[in-house]
């Protein structure tokens, strides 16, 4: 787990891809998160059906409390 | 019935958003000579369709279960995505869940809450341009079900480096639960409350025009009565007894994410996430994205997800009398699960709005204990 931190920090800078190259990750199908909505509806689906699901950026727990 | 859920949740997604264009136009959002202006509005609507049997379901279960787990939820949400000025941002977003059969088995002296739910929300968040490289953020949410009332907050703040091409994010959200707990017999024993106290840390990296990586970990803290208080356990003697969970959950999730752009207009997105819990859940999950585009502004996507999952300590199918913790919910339980499907998204550039945005979607879990999950989303939306 450090280690995978200490890499992260460490890579900032290593690449700088100049912003007139970056066209292509504008697209939608090139986002991390193509759809906030959809996001959720997905994680809803997961976190109310899966113990291992859920804490990675979406709060675990509320709704229907069957975790 | 489907169709008067589908009526009632499309009535209610126009209400929210008249509302929403109306407060927006009082406050001068709407009015593209003062410094508001809304970026986007976007409706979805979800239906899931689920079938399968768990040993927390009575309904229909022998005397040892498993019962019924037949439900459907209807999720309409509604998006809009605001500036004030050139540095603040607002997203105002408000999802609604109508829930049939939530927990059939349960036994409603007092509530209907098990049986059917109707339960909604609303969430602003709203983001603050600090300087060139940092930007800081607020969430307030409160969510209303019948039976539940939950109210969170949050901060974040955001680090942009190396010129935008590697950003790192932070956020810390508190929720509050308050509740009305059932004794198996249907009587209302009191309320009871839950805190959720969760941490993340996000990098995201771009490693070339056409590359960008992303890594994730978050923690989440959980106390007080972690049940929903309906759920059964067979018990050896042959009776029922409650669910017992511990009041504290510990939970650590690390997930690692690619996106790859692909020569022929396409795209491929792979996500890893490693799960573990203080109750002795473990979960490991590989998801696949495969995009398309077919011309300029259509695309279709296909996704695939596995989910292996270690239960946590305390599940099972016949509890001794003297089990501290015991539960039966096949959610907790050793499984794996799958999802397949498929998206197809319309991106329409036209003249007054800069892009309307329509999607259909249509997604099947399944899981080896016995459950399944038909997924039926479409969205319509507009970016100005």
Known sequence: MRLVLVLAVLSVGCVVVPQNRRGRLADRIMQLDEDPLESYRRSKLYSTREAAAGGDGVSAGGGCGCQ | ?384
């Open chain 2, 1 to 384: 019935m489907k169709l008067v859920v589908a009526l009632l949740s499309l009535s209610w997604m126009v209400m929210v958003s008249v509302v929403a264009a109306d407060t927006l136009s009082g406050s001068g959002i709407l009015d593209p000579g003062k410094p508001f202006r809304i970026d986007s509005v976007r409706l979805r609507y979800t239906f899931f369709d689920q079938s399968g049997r768990g040993y927390q379901s009575l309904a229909g279960a022998g005397a040892r279960g498993p019962g019924s787990e037949q439900l459907s939820v209807s999720e309409p949400q509604v998006e809009v995505i605001a500036h004030q000025g050139s540095r603040i941002t607002h997203r105002i977003w408000a999802p609604l869940d109508v829930v049939s059969a939530a927990s059939p088995d349960a036994v409603d002296a007092i509530s209907r809450a098990s049986r059917y739910q109707e339960a909604g929300g609303i969430d602003v968040a709203s983001t603050f341009k600090a300087d060139r490289d940092n930007d800081v953020g607020t969430r307030f949410a409160i969510h209303l079900e019948e039976n539940y009332r939950s109210w969170t907050m949050g901060l974040a703040w955001t680090r942009h480096m190396a010129e935008d091409n590697a950003v790192l994010q932070a956020s810390v959200n508190q929720t509050f639960d308050w509740f009305d707990a059932y004794n198996l017999g249907g009587s209302n024993r009191g309320r009871e409350a839950r805190s959720t106290t969760n941490a993340n840390v996000a990098f995201t990296q771009i490693l070339s025009p056409t590359t960008v990586a992303n890594l994730n970990y978050g923690f989440t803290l959980q106390t007080g009565e972690l049940s929903n208080t309906w759920n059964t356990v067979p018990l050896v003697d042959g009776t029922h007894g409650t669910e017992v969970l511990p009041h504290l959950r510990t939970r650590h999730a690390l997930v690692g994410r690619l996106v790859q752009g692909l020569p022929w207009n396409g795209s491929f997105k792979v996500s890893y996430r490693f799960y573990i819990d203080s109750w002795g859940a473990i979960g490991n999950t590989l998801e696949l994205f495969l995009y398309q585009r077919i011309t300029r502004w259509l695309y279709a996507r296909a996704t695939y997800r596995a989910h292996f999952q270690r239960g946590v300590d305390f599940y099972t199918q016949l509890a001794l009398l003297g089990n501290a913790f015991r539960t039966a919910d096949s959610d907790l339980a050793d499984f794996s699960g799958q999802t397949a499907g498929g998206k197809l998204a319309l991106e329409l550039p036209l003249r007054r709005i800069r892009v309307l945005n329509v999607d259909l979607a249509y997604e099947r879990y399944w899981r080896t204990n016995d459950l399944r999950v038909n997924v039926y989303s479409a969205s319509v939306g507009t970016t100005f």
